[in-house]
C-alpha cells in the first residue's frame, strides 16, 4: 500500500486505531511514514481529538469513546473529553455540578492537577467561585442565578469547612525563599518542594500562601 497516497493514508491511520484506540503522536508518525505535516494534516482530516491529560500527546477517533456524565473518557489513565480543552471541560463539570465544587473536587473526576487551568479561567472571567473558610467553592450558572440557594448552601458549608488558619510572616518569607530558589515552584509537585527546602507547612497552607499573594506569576529576575 503507498503510505504516501491520502486515501491510502488516512485508512491507514483509521486501522492503526482500531487496533490500539488510542495512540500517541508520535507513535501515528512512525507507523505513518509520513512528515509530521503532512500527519497532522490526516488526523485533521479524520477529526481525531486529542487528551486533555498528558499534555495533549494522545490521540483517539471521536467514535471509540464512551463519555461519562461529565463529557470524559478515560483509557489507561489518558485522559478525553467531548470538549475542545481542558479549560472548557472544566468550566462545563463545574456547571453541571448541584452544589459547586473545590478544586480537590475538579481534580478527582479530571483525574489531573488543574491550578494552571483555573488561574487562566479566573484571568478570563470564566468562572464564579465563593471563599468559604479557606478555600474557594467553584459555582455553576444556575447559582449564580439563584441568590437564595446560594446563600443557603455556603452558609451550610461554612461550619464544614476546612482551615488552613492564618498565614504566619515566617511562613510567607520561607515560601518566598524556595520561589526564589525555584525560579518558579511547580504547583503539581509542592510536596517535592516542602521535602527539598524542609519547609514544615502543608500543601494546603503553601497553596493559600501562593493564592493569596498571586505568587505563581511571579519569576525570579
Same mark, same amino acid.
Given at each position: !500500500?503507498?503510505?504516501? +497516497? ?26 505513518? &511514514? ?10 485533521? $482530516? ?17 467514535? %471509540? ?5 461529565? *463529557?470524559?473518557?478515560?483509557?489507561? &489513565?489518558? &485522559? ?7 479549560? $472548557? ?8 455540578? @448541584?452544589? *459547586? ?5 475538579? @481534580? ?16 478570563? +472571567? ?6 468559604? *473558610? ?26 464544614? $469547612?476546612?482551615?488552613? *488558619?492564618? %498565614? ?13 530558589? @525555584?525560579? !518558579?515552584?511547580? !504547583?503539581?509537585?509542592? @510536596? ?7 519547609? &514544615? ?21
Amino acid at each position: !500500500m503507498d503510505a504516501h +497516497k491520502k486515501d491510502n493514508r488516512l485508512q491507514l491511520l483509521n486501522d492503526l486505531f482500531a487496533r490500539k484506540r488510542v495512540c500517541s503522536f508520535q507513535e501515528i508518525v512512525d507507523d505513518a &511514514g509520513c512528515p509530521k505535516i503532512t500527519t497532522r494534516r490526516d488526523l485533521k $482530516e479524520i477529526k481525531a481529538i486529542s487528551s486533555y491529560s498528558h499534555q495533549r500527546r494522545f490521540l483517539t477517533l471521536p467514535t %471509540i469513546p464512551t463519555f461519562n456524565e461529565y *463529557g470524559i473518557w478515560q483509557f489507561n &489513565g489518558i &485522559g478525553f473529553s467531548r470538549y475542545k480543552d481542558s479549560l $472548557e471541560l472544566i468550566v462545563n463539570v463545574i456547571n453541571s455540578s @448541584e452544589k *459547586g465544587l473545590s478544586r480537590e473536587d475538579i @481534580e478527582r473526576i479530571l483525574e489531573i492537577k488543574i491550578f494552571q487551568q483555573i488561574q487562566i479561567l479566573l484571568t478570563r +472571567k470564566k468562572l464564579n467561585r465563593a471563599k468559604v *473558610g479557606n478555600r474557594y467553592v467553584y459555582l455553576p450558572e444556575k447559582l449564580i442565578k439563584n441568590k437564595k440557594l446560594r446563600v443557603e448552601l455556603l452558609d451550610t458549608r461554612e461550619a464544614e $469547612e476546612y482551615h488552613v *488558619g492564618k %498565614i504566619r510572616i515566617n511562613d510567607l518569607i520561607a515560601v518566598l525563599k524556595a520561589l526564589l530558589a @525555584e525560579h !518558579m515552584i511547580d !504547583m503539581d509537585n509542592l @510536596e517535592k518542594v516542602i521535602r527539598k527546602y524542609s519547609l &514544615g507547612l502543608t500543601v494546603q497552607k503553601i497553596e493559600q500562601i501562593i493564592l493569596k499573594f498571586d505568587l505563581s506569576s511571579k519569576k525570579k529576575c
